[in-house]
C-alpha cells in the first residue's frame, strides 16, 4: 500500500510539473488523466516488487498512455533535480 501511494505521489508529481511547463492547457489535462492510469504498474516498477512482468492492465494503460505526453513527462521530471540545486539523476542498469 505505502508503494502505491509513492507512485501515486509521483505521477502527481510528475503531471502538476508537466501542466506548468511546456505543454499546452488542453493537452496537459488529456496527459494528466492518462498518466494517472499508470498507477497499475506500481507492483511491476517499484524497487523490490515481486513482479517480474507487466500484469495485462498495465500493459493496456500503458499503450493508452500518448507517447509524446510520456516522453515530454519523463524529460520534463529529469530537469527537476536541477531546478532544485541537486546533482542530475544516474541510473545504472539494475
Excluded: E, W, Y
Amino acid at each position: 500500500m505505502a508503494a502505491m501511494k509513492s507512485v501515486s505521489a509521483l505521477v502527481l508529481v510528475i503531471v502538476l510539473v508537466a501542466q506548468s511547463q511546456m505543454i499546452p492547457q488542453s493537452l496537459a489535462q488529456t496527459c494528466s488523466s492518462t498518466l494517472s492510469t499508470l498507477n497499475v504498474c506500481a507492483p511491476f516498477v517499484m524497487p523490490g516488487a515481486a513482479a517480474t512482468a507487466p500484469n495485462p492492465d498495465c500493459c493496456n494503460a500503458l499503450q493508452a498512455v500518448d507517447h509524446n505526453c510520456l516522453c515530454n513527462t519523463i524529460r520534463i521530471a529529469s530537469r527537476i533535480p536541477a531546478q532544485c540545486n541537486l546533482p542530475p539523476l544516474t541510473c545504472g542498469a539494475n
